[in-house]
């Protein structure tokens, strides 16, 4: 039987809420380097007004021995700064969450060795309209996390995406 996750219920909520806010909506394929490493496919969505952007991001990887999933949330207040080539730029600075919950095992007969961890801080948002409507995106969440270790507090998430603003 197939289970919703009430994080996926994010991305409807935004397109059920759109008309109200008299926003457009911004959907796209999304590469993030959330697992410290390979990048990862996933999913972003986000309503755009005239001087503010909210932003939801999800992407997960799964192996038969490891899982990691992630979730990121971006508020932004945007400008226009001008023009690059022939397209037009929008920037933006707000605050993030991200939420990352990930599974290790040695043998896929072992229960999972699960963890989970939060990050939260200032945010960044750079978009390029490349032709009418097709913008590439890119957000930087520079966050602390909760974390026992001093030098590991400090966390970033770049993800890049392109997509259809409509």
């Known amino acids: 039987m197939l289970r919703l996750k009430p994080l996926i219920l994010i991305p409807l909520f935004m397109f059920v809420i759109t008309p109200a806010m008299q926003a457009d909506v911004y959907t796209g394929l999304a590469y993030s380097g959330v697992t410290s490493g390979r990048k990862i496919p996933g999913l972003h969505v986000a ?15 799964k192996t038969p021995v490891y899982y990691h999933n992630a979730w990121q949330l971006g508020f932004y207040a945007t400008w226009n700064p001008g023009d690059v080539l022939w397209g037009e730029v929008e920037a933006g600075f707000g605050g993030g969450i991200l939420h990352a919950v990930r599974g290790y095992r040695d043998d896929t007969d072992d229960e999972y060795e699960r963890e989970s961890n939060t990050v939260y801080g200032p945010s960044l948002y750079i978009g390029w309209e490349l032709f009418s409507n097709v913008l590439i ?18 966390q970033e998430n770049c993800v890049g995406s392109i997509g259809v603003r409509f």
């Open 137 to 154: 995106t890119l957000e930087a969440l520079y966050g602390v996390r909760d974390s026992d270790a001093l030098r590991l507090i400090f």
């Open 47 to 61: 309503l755009v007004g005239d001087d503010s952007r909210i932003s939801f991001i999800s992407t997960g990887a």
